[in-house]
């Protein structure tokens, strides 16, 4: 046992820890240097812990808080300047690490439940695009005047309409009453509801108004299913399990185009006109019963147990997605202090206010607002939703134009996949800086592809820009925006951010599909593209100056990351990038990089060396 120690300040703790003279280069942090448990000695963690369990029905697993604990005070160590432990939870902890796709069976039949429910979004978003080519005609509103074309953009754009103004909003009092897999299942029911009833409408106004009430299923949906992904994933995969979100909305993209051209050639029935594109549009009710009739299989977002007090239920859950007593114990005792630290700061005040007063949260919501808004304005939905007109102006015939775009939807699904590694390797930031000017790039491409003469040559560009484009957004605009924003926001304000965060993307989706049609007849369809490659330009800027990363920490050590102020922030950056411009532009000599900003991880060190460290400080 540890004799009792005096409770350190960070700065104490920090130098305490120093690194022997090998590493003497190599400075060391702890991972979060206002982890509020870095003020408490080893006997009170112990008694916190104890009290803990005790008073919250966990008396049979008081000695897995206990160590949990001690853990929690320097996770980065990994148990091994905790006496407490046995040698099989350190090798528990060190495996955690070394193995972090080896996960529960539960954990991963949680992701699949988040990755149906994307799929159901992406089929809710593209399988009008079919259905554009045949109900304009149908319900007379198929000529080129400003009144069908507003009409159309109107009935394209009636979910996302619904989603900004309503959907989005009314997913934080779903959550507090019904919990994530309630919201999921509500939303995915309304959804599929919403699909069979604009396929059995008879005029366009009708559709819209089925369009309209299907914002309600897919607003509650994607508020609360990246949130109910971050809160259970553990933080080394966070990022990719969350993005699994982006990249199965991808796949239902490329299952609605799929739809789309299998039920083209559907012939009418006796009083059915259309029947062929109400196929198209009622085909997206299937994967949305498949969650309906998934969900309560999966366990309950264990954060979400804890803002109703109910502990017990929060650890059984957190047993279920982590596989280890010690772990679920590590993370639940942590999560409660923090928690507790969170609702001293808020308690009483107004949770909208504090969304944009406090300077933590404001920052979160800017960041979250700049991916959110810029995964619309950088012109993915314009080819994800009109791509079958676009080819067909372009010179494809209309069954071409469908299986074109069924190729976007297909290229659009496999080049998210590698996402999955990146998000976490290269980070947030680097993705949406590396693309960012590559999708603006091969949006001009597409655009000034429209000045070839008609024949097969511009057929040929026209696709090619399309396809680059895909390409590009896959693994950058297309998975960090709902990543990003599920775990910016600190926990007591976490569904009001992200609905923040959703409404942001479907207004801005609701203004992109209304107005395309419009736009592309009074700026060409040259000058269309134009200006979203412009806008492009400006999220490279957007994300360079205001966006923090945010990989491979825990949700509560974010709070740090976003406690930096945003001037703090943009200083540095610039130094950053003078610095890169330096050294691998102009390829000067003797350039010195800025040293990091945060200090949040052991900082210079490979993990066999952070393994390596935290032996040497149990020795």
Same mark, same amino acid.
């Given at each position: ?30 991972? &979060?240097?206002? $982890?509020?448990?870095? %003020? ?10 104890? #009290?803990? +369990? @005790? ?116 997913? &934080?009092?779903? $959550?507090?009453?019904? %919990? ?10 309304? #959804?599929? +509801? @919403? ?425």
């Amino acid at each position: 046992m540890q004799p009792k120690k005096p409770g350190p300040s960070a700065s104490n703790v920090e130098n305490s820890m120093s690194p022997p003279h090998s590493l003497h280069e190599k400075q060391l942090h702890v991972a &979060d240097e206002n $982890n509020p448990l870095t %003020g408490m000695s080893y006997d009170e963690i112990l008694a916190s812990a104890t #009290a803990y +369990a @005790t008073s919250n029905g966990l008396e049979d697993f008081v000695d897995e808080f206990r160590k949990g604990a001690l853990v929690a005070r320097n996770p980065t160590a990994l148990g091994q300047d905790v006496d407490l432990l046995t040698d099989a939870d350190r090798e528990s902890l060190i495996y955690e690490v070394e193995h972090r796709w080896s996960q529960p069976f539960q954990l991963y039949s949680l992701v699949v439940l988040c990755s149906l429910a994307a799929a159901v979004q992406g089929m809710d978003e593209t399988v009008i695009n079919g259905a554009n080519l045949f109900y304009p005609k149908q319900f007379g509103i198929g000529s080129d005047s400003s009144y069908d074309t507003w009409i159309v953009g109107l009935i394209n754009s009636g979910p996302y309409l619904c989603c900004a103004v309503l959907g989005c909003w009314i997913s &934080d009092p779903m $959550n507090r009453a019904f %919990g994530r897999r309630g919201t999921i299942f509500i939303s995915c029911f309304v #959804a599929a +509801a @919403t699909c069979i009833w604009g396929a059995c409408t008879d005029t366009w106004w009708h559709l819209f108004i089925s369009r309209f009430f299907l914002g309600l299923g897919i607003g509650s949906k994607s508020a609360t299913v990246p949130v109910y992904a971050a809160e259970c994933t553990p933080a080394v995969i966070r990022g990719a399990l969350v993005m699994m979100w982006q990249m199965w909305t991808a796949f239902g993209i490329m299952l609605g185009y799929i739809a789309d051209v299998a039920f083209y050639y559907v012939p009418d029935k006796p009083h059915i006109t259309g029947l062929n594109w109400r196929l198209m549009i009622g085909s997206a009710c299937v994967p949305a019963i498949i969650v309906c009739a998934q969900v309560f299989f999966c366990p309950e977002s264990p954060r979400w147990y804890m803002l109703r007090q109910q502990h017990r239920k929060a650890f059984e859950s957190m047993r279920v997605l982590r596989g280890n007593d010690l772990q679920a114990a590590r993370d639940i005792y942590y999560m409660h202090v923090l928690l507790v630290q969170e609702q001293e700061t808020q308690r009483g005040r107004n949770l909208v206010l504090e969304l944009f007063t406090v300077p933590r949260n404001r920052r979160a919501a800017l960041a979250s607002w700049i991916v959110m808004f810029m995964q619309q304005f950088c012109g993915v939905n314009v080819i994800a939703y009109y791509s079958s007109t676009i080819f067909r102006d372009s010179g494809f015939s209309d069954i071409s134009a469908l299986l074109a775009s069924m190729g976007f939807g297909i290229i659009n699904f496999l080049f998210a996949i590698p996402a999955i590694y990146t998000i976490d390797t290269f980070g947030r930031r680097f993705l949406l800086l590396v693309t960012f000017p590559l999708m603006a790039l091969f949006l001009l491409f597409t655009g000034f592809s429209f000045y070839i003469p008609s024949g097969n040559a511009r057929i040929g560009c026209v696709a090619l820009g399309i396809y680059l484009f895909g390409i590009v957004y896959s693994p950058g605009e297309g998975p960090v925006p709902f990543t990003y924003s599920a775990e910016a926001f600190p926990l007591y304000i976490r569904d009001l951010g992200m609905s923040f965060a959703t409404a942001t993307t479907w207004f801005f989706n609701f203004i992109l599909s209304l107005t395309w049609p419009s736009l592309q007849t009074a700026f060409t369809t040259q000058g269309a593209f134009g200006w979203y490659a412009a806008w492009n330009v400006v999220g490279f800027f957007l994300v360079l100056f205001f966006l923090p990363e945010t990989k491979a920490l825990t949700l509560e050590e974010l709070d740090r990351v976003f406690e930096v102020p945003t001037r703090t922030h943009m200083k540095y950056q610039l130094s950053v990038s003078k610095w890169f411009v330096n050294k691998n532009i102009l390829h000067k000599k003797d350039v010195v990089k800025p040293p990091p900003l945060y200090k949040l991880k052991y900082v210079g060190m490979s993990r066999d060396e952070d393994l390596e460290k935290a032996a040497t400080l149990h020795s």
